[in-house]
């Protein structure tokens, strides 16, 4: 079936620091990708909608200009945490639609430290 | 989206069927159920969906009530390897748009 990969699946970086983190579409192209985060307990939230060729759309709360996110092909999208800080410490989550749109796959996450 | 009311958590012992139920009552004609399991540290995985009629894949079966408010998802042999949270969605199918994601059912499955 479709995969989803993403890449680091887990990194720690200092304060003040960037870091990118790449969702890719193994076997399948996808226009649109979705971004989220999820912290110990909680449940994921969309940070962003990633669209190919044009703007992501961030959701309300979400700092366009600390997360930037760069949809460079039909299989790749990039989130890059600027100057990230320890309260950007979670876990990153990446999801395409499936080609018929029916359902949607996930990325195994990456999991992000600063300290 | 219409919301659904799941319980904050399930034990099943190992080798017994878990049945999952999730309320929608706000669901509206053209809008499907989903259900995903998140296993700790992972990414989200993909169970099964239904629109009215009850189906059944080789990881679980859905069972959609006739008035389609309520549904229950049924791992027919729970395994260790099945504890998760169970998160059940409803949404239209075809959308384009992100799945909204409430707090599910933690799923703990003992020997």
């Known amino acids: 079936g479709a995969v989803v990969s993403q890449h680091p699946s887990r990194v720690i970086c200092k304060s003040g620091t960037s870091v990118k983190i790449e969702c890719r579409s193994l076997?399948?192209?996808?226009?649109?990708m979705f971004w989220y985060r999820q912290f110990p307990k909680q449940s994921l939230m969309l940070m962003a909608t990633?669209?190919?060729?044009?703007?992501?759309?961030?959701e309300q709360g979400v700092e366009k200009d600390k997360f930037l996110i760069n949809h460079a092909s039909l299989t790749l999208s990039t989130l890059t945490v600027t100057s990230a800080h320890p309260e950007d410490s979670s876990f990153y989550i990446c999801?395409?639609?499936?080609?018929?749109?029916?359902?949607?796959?996930f990325g195994p996450g990456t999991r992000l430290l600063v300290l | 989206d219409a919301k659904t009311t799941q319980p904050p958590s399930m034990d099943c012992a190992e080798g017994r069927a878990a049945n999952l139920p999730c309320n929608h009552s706000?669901?509206?004609?053209?809008?499907?159920v989903y259900w995903y399991r998140q296993i700790h540290s992972q990414g989200p995985q993909y169970i099964i969906h239904?629109?009215?009629n009850n189906e059944t894949n080789e990881m679980a079966s859905l069972i959609i009530t006739e008035d389609r408010k309520s549904s229950t998802l049924i791992l027919p042999h729970a395994t260790l390897r099945d504890t998760a949270v169970y998160y059940c969605?409803?949404?239209?199918?075809?959308?384009?748009?992100?799945?909204?994601f409430g707090k599910g059912t933690k799923l703990s499955v003992k020997p």
């Open positions: 076997d399948f192209q996808a226009t649109t």
């Open positions: 239904g629109l009215k």
């Open positions: 990633s669209n190919e060729g044009s703007k992501a759309t961030y």
């Open positions: 706000t669901i509206s004609g053209n809008e499907y």
């Open positions: 969605i409803v949404r239209w199918v075809g959308s384009q748009g992100n799945l909204i």
């Open positions: 999801s395409a639609p499936s080609p018929g749109q029916e359902t949607q796959y």
